[in-house]
């Protein structure tokens, strides 16, 4: 431990890039080994559990048996009291790491990763319907944030090591370094750029690497042959990323839904887990396919030829058990779920738009355009899926088709819902972060950090005369008046109490302005900054709630825009970790 804590270790590897990069490769070694670890613990749950060979997929299975239902119920009941000890010994709720880039300057607990591995392992290793990328990405991102911050790193050093992690974590898992790369740079770290394309690509292909060399790829997958293609075929997936769009929302709704049911049910927290893998049992009796991820049913189903009616029956049991899953309380991801059921949707529509369609459908490129486009719609990031399209087919013709469906889906989503999986999440807990983009330094720039706190102030009724005796001209711009009580009144802006028009022994009440619009010290510069822009106001008095509404200080517009463009700056820049921007505005505050 002391040895991260050396002065010299620190300066280096904060000031040189080379040794930045090392570190980042260190990581995705250590993303590889967790990941590998992860999915054989996970395929020996499901050899002991469920009586598979060694090697065999859990979701290729052709039947499962009345009493190997009781094994998700059990899994549910683990998981459930694993969720229950949390919330007992903790107030706070688990983070993930795009929570973490986005609010917290990548700050991860190591403990929150390892309760959220865990609890995927057991979701996914006692067969619920739901995958572990969710478990690989906290673990290496928890990682990632746990040696960066040992090494006190800066907030944007940090930031970028987190998405290291995750990036590491999903190249691990799919055989694919690019696709692990642009997972980091859309969906954790927020933005591309230059200074992080060298730390993400050396974890990217150590995890790739390492996993190549311990002989295991926990999710491979294979494609059949792919015809050629050209400008001309890029037609029929449009329409095929619009309703892969539509599809994605409606899926995520139907988590949300399936979850407020178990609420409102009223069924203790402990014990719905249990339910819901009973639920998925029961479907799994008739279609077993729908058991944990779907690796095994998405080689089958890429491969084989299968009528319409299954196809739909296995989509819709697919949904229905994802859903399930999730709304219950497993813990993982619509991540692979979203490719199984995108293949789905691709074959289904191949049967049934190809026969209206100017041009022929293939169905194995329909496939692939499906599985794109819905992971897109729930994942989000295009280049991403695009990028694991082409690492898995080789094939830069249907890249080009993937990325553009891809493009047309997310569209449709960020349009009409305006969301991925997981930052719907964090929304229905009250987050309205939407990327994992860093606004952490933002939440902190409040008004009570910006507002003025030496304000003149008159108290009302007053004359005209008594507020010249007491202000002359030149003397303030604006005065904030309150009552007897001490209740803030509005705002005199002084010039108009000298026009030529007004009375010596008018009331100053008539030149009040924003009598009902005020800002609370709570209030981030954003929310400050909407209330100017609503009351069209240069300046606002702050109080302290808006009940009592005693005068605390005074805030312009103008004050405000210029701090939250020093803090953006410094924010791009990443040239002030975060503890050196509390103490510049502790010292503002103080001058």
């Known amino acids: 431990m002391q040895f991260f804590r050396h002065p010299r270790l620190q300066v280096l590897i904060r000031r040189r890039e080379v040794p930045f990069v090392v570190l980042a490769a260190l990581i995705g070694v250590a993303s590889g080994i967790i990941v590998t670890g992860m999915g054989l613990l996970t395929q020996l749950l499901h050899r002991l559990l469920f009586d598979l060979s060694w090697g065999d997929r859990l979701s290729a299975m052709e039947s499962l048996e009345p009493r190997q239902v009781l094994v998700l119920a059990t899994g549910g009941l683990l998981v459930g009291f694993s969720a229950w000890l949390v919330a007992r010994f903790r107030s706070t709720h688990l983070v993930d790491p795009i929570e973490a880039n986005a609010l917290h300057g990548g700050r991860l607990s190591l403990s929150d990763s390892l309760i959220v591995a865990v609890q995927t392992v057991l979701s996914n290793g006692f067969g619920a319907s739901v995958g572990l990328e969710a478990g690989y990405t906290q673990m290496g991102s928890g990682i990632a944030s746990w040696l960066a911050r040992k090494l006190n790193l800066r907030r944007s050093d940090v930031r970028v090591l987190v998405g290291c992690g995750a990036a590491s974590a999903?190249?691990?898992?799919?055989?694919?370094?690019?696709?692990?790369?642009?997972?980091?740079?859309?969906?954790?770290?927020?933005?591309?750029?230059?200074?992080?394309?060298?730390?993400?690509?050396?974890?990217t292909l150590a995890a790739v690497l390492v996993t190549r060399l311990l002989g295991t790829v926990p999710n491979l997958i294979e494609v059949p042959p792919i015809p050629n293609l050209t400008a001309a075929d890029y037609f029929p997936f449009l329409i095929l990323g619009l309703v892969a769009g539509a599809v994605s929302v409606g899926i995520?709704?139907?988590?949300?839904?399936?979850?407020?049911?178990?609420?409102?049910?009223?069924?203790?927290?402990?014990?719905?887990?249990?339910?819901g893998g009973l639920a998925v049992g029961g479907l799994a009796l008739f279609v077993p396919q729908v058991?944990?991820?779907?690796?095994?049913?998405?080689?089958?189903?890429?491969?084989?030829?299968?009528?319409?009616?299954?196809?739909?029956?296995l989509f819709a049991a697919k949904v229905a058990a994802s859903a399930l899953?999730?709304?219950?309380?497993?813990?993982?991801?619509l991540f692979f779920a979203?490719?199984?059921?995108?293949?789905?949707?691709?074959?289904?529509?191949?049967?049934?738009?190809?026969?209206?369609?100017?041009?022929?459908?293939?169905?194995?490129?329909?496939?692939?355009?499906?599985?794109?486009?819905?992971?897109?719609?729930?994942?989000?990031?295009?280049?991403?899926?695009?990028?694991?399209?082409?690492?898995?087919?080789?094939?830069?013709?249907?890249?080009?088709?993937?990325?553009?469906?891809?493009?047309?889906?997310?569209?449709?989503?960020?349009?009409?819902?305006?969301?991925?999986?997981?930052?719907?999440?964090l929304h229905l807990r009250g987050e309205t972060i939407r990327s994992a983009q860093d606004v952490g330094w933002l939440r902190s720039l409040t008004v009570g950090k910006m507002m003025r706190r030496d304000v003149k102030t008159?108290?009302?009724?007053?004359?005209?005369?008594?507020?010249?005796?007491?202000?002359?001209?030149?003397?303030?711009?604006?005065?904030?008046?309150?009552?007897?009580?001490?209740?803030?009144?509005?705002?005199?802006?002084?010039?108009?109490?000298?026009?030529?028009?007004?009375?010596?022994?008018?009331?100053?009440?008539?030149?009040?302005?924003?009598?009902?619009?005020?800002?609370?010290?709570?209030?981030?510069?954003?929310?400050?900054?909407g209330i100017f822009d609503q009351t069209q106001s240069e300046?606002?008095?702050?109080?302290?709630?808006?009940?009592?509404?005693?005068?605390?200080?005074?805030?312009?517009?103008?004050?405000?825009?210029?701090?939250?463009?020093?803090?953006?700056?410094?924010?791009?820049?990443?040239?002030?970790?975060?503890?050196?921007?509390?103490?510049?505005?502790?010292?503002?505050?103080?001058?």
């Open 338 to 425: 979203s490719l199984l059921l995108g293949v789905l949707l691709g074959k289904i529509f191949a049967i049934v738009a190809g026969p209206v369609m100017p041009l022929a459908v293939d169905p194995v490129v329909s496939a692939i355009v499906g599985m794109a486009s819905l992971a897109v719609g729930i994942v989000g990031g295009p280049l991403t899926i695009t990028f694991l399209a082409l690492e898995t087919t080789g094939d830069l013709a249907i890249s080009g088709i993937v990325l553009t469906a891809s493009i047309v889906a997310a569209l449709f989503v960020r349009q009409t819902f305006g969301y991925s999986f997981s930052t719907w999440r």
């Open 325 to 333: 899953s999730l709304g219950s309380g497993f813990r993982g991801g």
């Open 458 to 529: 008159l108290q009302v009724p007053a004359t005209l005369t008594e507020f010249r005796r007491k202000f002359p001209l030149g003397s303030a711009q604006r005065v904030v008046a309150a009552d007897e009580s001490g209740h803030y009144a509005g705002i005199v802006l002084v010039p108009e109490a000298y026009a030529p028009d007004m009375e010596a022994g008018d009331s100053i009440a008539s030149l009040l302005r924003y009598r009902d619009d005020m800002l609370v010290p709570a209030m981030n510069v954003k929310e400050a900054a």
């Open 291 to 313: 058991l944990s991820a779907g690796h095994g049913a998405l080689h089958l189903q890429l491969e084989a030829n299968t009528g319409l009616s299954a196809l739909m029956l």
């Open 252 to 275: 995520m709704r139907l988590v949300t839904l399936v979850e407020k049911v178990f609420v409102a049910t009223g069924c203790p927290p402990l014990f719905r887990p249990a339910i």
């Open 170 to 203: 999903i190249a691990s898992a799919f055989n694919a370094p690019l696709t692990g790369a642009f997972y980091g740079f859309e969906l954790i770290i927020g933005v591309y750029s230059i200074a992080t394309v060298a730390p993400v690509m050396a974890s």
């Open 539 to 591: 300046e606002l008095a702050v109080v302290d709630n808006t009940r009592s509404r005693k005068v605390l200080g005074l805030l312009t517009e103008s004050h405000l825009l210029r701090r939250y463009s020093e803090e953006l700056d410094k924010a791009h820049r990443g040239a002030l970790g975060e503890e050196t921007v509390n103490e510049s505005m502790r010292k503002e505050r103080q001058a």
